[in-house]
């Protein structure tokens, strides 16, 4: 196993429903450590380009509204085999798949609005990170 870093997202329905804390506590039982976080309203260009590998599908003009409708919270979870280990704690994209005790299946109830977001992999997730986050940003949690 190795140690990893993650790009975590708090949907808009995830922060209007007033959970970042308690989603926060589900990162943090599994072993995650939040290395770097902010707020903010996407735009609409850059949800656009951030979810740009499913501009073709159905569901993206939805997923781009949905997303620009409220804040979201940002984070870099670092943590052994964190890319996995983060997209477990999430559950299955979903809700009705996801497993009891996911963040999915306890929070959300639909594919279109399902609380978080995490990368799919060592790619994706580095490519994910730098879009919200400077270097200089993530900060080492040397203890
Ligand atoms: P994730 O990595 O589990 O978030 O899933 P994907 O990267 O495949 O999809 C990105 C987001 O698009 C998901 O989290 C859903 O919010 C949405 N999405 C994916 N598949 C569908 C679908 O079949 N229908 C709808 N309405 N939304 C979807």
Known sequence: MAIERTLSIIKPDGVAKNIIGEVYS???KAGLR???ARMLQLTRAQAETFYGVHRERPFFRP???FMISGPVMAQV???EDAIARNREVMGATNPKDAK???IRADFAKTVDENVVHGSDGVETA????AFFFPQTD???RSR
């Open 63 to 65: 997923l781009v509204e």
């Open 77 to 79: 979870l670092e943590g």
């Open 34 to 36: 939040v290395v770097a």
């Open 138 to 140: 993530i900060c080492a």
């Open 26 to 28: 589900r990162f943090e």
């Open 126 to 129: 580095r490519n994910e990170i």
């Open 100 to 102: 009891p005790g996911t």
